[in-house]
DNA sequence: TTGAACTATGCATTATATTCATAGTATGGT
DNA sequence: ACCATACTATGAATATAATGCATAGTTCAA
């Protein structure tokens, strides 16, 4: 009924009072200009103008139509624009999923230059799954994931954005300090500091403490690391973390890193993403930066 | 580009997330649809669903055009209620212009009642014309025009709507007060007083005063009505108004009304229009309403 | 009164949207 | 694993609508 193309004419020919001008700018013939707003009339019933002399005037009915479109065709340009940014991979909504604690501080320094580079895109980050972290990308929940733990599935992608090595953490005067490497049998009778999440998903369990069937003395949850470490630095218990991230806390807490085994377990943090979407310019970048960031050791 | 009906298409398949259902509310056949969503998305060369499995889901630009649609949309079919309201008369801007300074109190009656009947229609009132009211109502600034002194013009429709009699206010002590009716001579030494208009278009004067060759003592003018009774109440002047204008403020003001001459200076209140107006239904029930509002005298 | 500049309109043409018929694809039950 | 079912996609034919052409009608100013 009430089309866009009606909108702008409305527009056009108030500006230029005239079929003939207005016809021009809106590329079409007079003629079908005079045609298309007579069947506008007759389909709503209403006459729009009239016809003063040589020119045209709004009638009231008119007018309104024009207020409506200077308030409709602004949103709609503007939609246009940023249909164009979608369209080129420069607008969109980067949700991320985490599936790992200490990615999180990780992700803090791939979000800031990212944002900068693209100020189109928005991130979402999401800590929590109802289905954990694939599923949510499969489902669209989410369209990146950060996790320590590829699976490789047909439908989507998965590739290393950065490797660290998981190290002990100890207290500044812990006796297991100035080791060089600790065996499993160390941490007999320590406290063990994790984050809350299920011990088969632990390197520190199912890399070295499992292989050698030892438990420590006792296991402790907590949820952020900040409180880890304070413990750690209190020598209330010893927890595994990246060495990147105890170096970045080295000055704020007395904390030492000390090798778990003689070669030290080596991670590797991986992103995954849909294959359907590995084409689309904003995620490959996020990745890019993602591989770029700097980190400590 | 992108129509209205794409904007439609996008909510509705978002509702029933079904090509075939969609298809059936928006009464397209699925095909229509099919090959419609295809090429909007060739258009803007954005995926707008992913194809999941049966059914479709938004992409992230689709999820944007579908916030887009529930703000637009809603505009339009507002839009759409308004224009059936103008196309049946029911919705509009009466622009009211006024000729004569008493004239604004009658309108007043006019106005509560219909504002009532016709609650769509806007009344402004202009009481100051560049041109005068006649061009006003010929360049469409105005669209009803009350004058006590209507122009036969071809484009233009005059009718009278009431009728009153002019007369001379004096007050309650004044020495012509209980005089059946007054000669021109009778104002010989008074102070007249009236509305800030050119002579020949009062009444007083062109019907009166001017025939007989008489001027009175002094002419003052002011603009609204209750000083110039206070005036007049107090000795202070004479001054002609409607009878039914008086009648209404005699009890307010110690003042009388006194017959202008033998007869009487009938005059009638006319509210003109454009022709081409004269079928808009809430235009002509103003004029209905205005020919049966009641005034004493 | 006339010519220039505009709008309106019938008809032919072109472009666009829709349908039909059918192939292709995912889903869930057996 | 297969099949019936319910859906989507697509090419070609068709229907519908928009546009342009040619021209007539109107307005206005010189």
Request: proline content about 5%; some cysteine; hydrophobic content about 40%.
């Amino acid at each position: 009924m009430l089309e866009i193309i009606h909108l702008e004419i409305i527009q056009e020919l108030d500006k230029q009072k005239s079929l003939t001008k207005a016809a021009e700018t809106l590329c079409l013939s007079q003629s079908a200009l005079s045609h298309t707003i007579k069947k506008l009339e007759q389909q709503l019933g209403v006459a729009l103008w009239v016809r003063d002399g040589r020119y045209l005037r709004l009638t009231q009915a008119g007018l309104y139509l024009l207020s409506l479109s200077s308030r409709i065709l602004p949103q709609l340009n503007h939609a246009e624009m940023m249909i164009q940014q979608y369209a080129e991979g420069k607008a969109g909504n980067l949700r991320i999923g985490l599936e790992c604690y200490p990615c999180y501080q990780w992700l803090l320094k791939v979000v800031s230059p990212y944002l900068e580079a693209w100020p189109n895109i928005d991130i979402d980050v999401k800590q929590k799954f109802k289905f954990g972290g694939l599923d949510a990308l499969e489902n669209y929940e989410i369209d990146l994931l950060v996790t320590p733990d590829p699976i490789f599935k047909e439908d989507l992608l998965f590739q290393p954005v950065f490797d660290y090595e998981q190290i002990l953490v100890v207290g500044k005067n812990h006796p297991l300090k100035d080791k060089k490497y600790i065996q499993p049998t160390d941490l007999l009778n320590e406290i063990l500091i994790t984050y809350p999440v299920p011990a088969d998903r632990l390197d520190i369990y199912s890399q070295f403490l499992i292989p050698a069937g030892i438990v420590p003395h006792q296991h402790k949850t907590i949820e952020t690391t900040d409180i880890i470490l304070q413990m750690v630095e209190s020598h209330r218990g010893v927890t595994a973390l990246p060495l990147w991230l105890v170096k970045e806390n080295m000055k704020q807490f007395k904390i030492a890193p000390v090798r778990l085994g003689k070669h030290g377990i080596s991670k590797h943090i991986h992103v995954g993403i849909r294959k359907k979407d590995q084409e689309l310019s904003y995620i490959q970048s996020f990745i890019d930066q993602a591989m770029a960031v700097e980190l400590y050791g």
